[in-house]
């Protein structure tokens, strides 16, 4: 079995993904999503929280490029989820839900207020020159520098250390909804995925690679000898056709 990790805010994910899948071909796939829960309204539930999102972004007053650029990231939402059933449709493979049943509360957990306080202070505290950059330039900026974090094992780390304070406390108060400790959520994925014996299993780069942020024993290593290949979802693109 294989296991695929992924950055959730990647710009490059989907597309990257839909080349994945369709290199590999599984006929089995197991996601990140929650165990049990009907996929088809996973799919509507994130998509409608994404352009909810998005709306909320453009109504803003802000940097035109860098609503620009929250616009997209917005729209990606899930796109792990999304691009993975979507493929599983077209070829008419098993996928499953592998995440603790809990997780499921966050599609309806309202994180806007939330969300929008932060971009507004991001907003608010940018540098005027960022504001002139061409949007191509920013997109492109964006993705070199997030890129480099696929192959940092301890970017995952790194990055929760720098996250802002107003980060932190929305991530701990989603966190805190969702009611669930992380050794438990790990070990209900790893035995989740042994019992549906995926080709692939494609989830976040934490639970694949070293440097998961909350101390616990990542995914990976619970699933042990059944793990054939890791691979960072920025490996598509060294994919040939």
């Known amino acids: 079995m294989k296991l695929v990790g992924t950055l959730h805010n990647d710009l490059e994910g989907p597309r990257r993904?839909?080349?994945?899948?369709?290199?590999?071909?599984?006929?089995?796939?197991?996601?990140e999503a929650a165990a049990g829960f009907p996929l088809d309204e996973m799919v509507r539930k994130i998509s409608e929280n994404n352009?909810?999102?998005?709306?909320?972004?453009?109504?803003?007053?802000?940097?035109?490029?860098?609503?620009?650029?929250?616009?997209?990231?917005?729209?990606?939402?899930?796109?792990?989820?999304?691009?993975?059933?979507?493929?599983?449709?077209?070829?008419?493979?098993?996928?499953?839900?592998?995440?603790?049943?809990?997780?499921?509360?966050?599609?309806?957990?309202?994180?806007?207020e939330i969300f929008?306080?932060?971009?507004?202070?991001?907003f608010g505290g940018m540098r005027p020159e960022v504001a002139r950059i061409p949007y191509s330039t920013l997109r492109r900026r964006y993705t070199e520098h997030f890129n480099k974090g696929y192959y940092d094992p301890h970017v995952i780390t790194a990055m929760d250390q720098?996250?802002?304070?107003?980060?932190?406390?929305?991530?701990?108060?989603?966190?805190?909804?969702?009611?669930?400790?992380?050794?438990?959520?790990?070990?209900?994925?790893?035995?989740?995925?042994?019992?549906?014996?995926?080709?692939?299993h494609v989830g976040g780069l934490s639970h694949v690679f070293e440097g998961y942020p909350l101390g616990?024993?990542?995914?990976?290593?619970?699933?042990?000898?059944?793990v054939s290949e890791r691979m960072r979802l920025s490996e598509a693109d060294s994919i040939t056709p």
């Open 162 to 200: 720098r996250m802002s304070p107003d980060a932190k406390a929305a991530l701990k108060k989603a966190t805190e909804h969702e009611g669930l400790e992380p050794e438990v959520r790990e070990q209900f994925m790893a035995d989740e995925i042994r019992r549906k014996n995926p080709q692939l």
């Open 216 to 226: 616990v024993t990542p995914l990976f290593m619970r699933l042990g000898g059944i």
């Open 51 to 112: 352009r909810r999102k998005s709306r909320a972004v453009n109504s803003i007053n802000g940097p035109q490029n860098m609503k620009q650029l929250y616009t997209e990231l917005c729209e990606l939402g899930g796109y792990e989820i999304l691009v993975s059933v979507e493929y599983a449709g077209i070829r008419g493979v098993q996928i499953h839900g592998a995440d603790h049943p809990q997780t499921s509360v966050l599609l309806d957990y309202d994180t806007d």
């Open 17 to 31: 993904l839909r080349r994945l899948l369709d290199y590999l071909s599984p006929e089995a796939i197991t996601i």
């Open 116 to 122: 929008l306080e932060i971009v507004k202070k991001e």
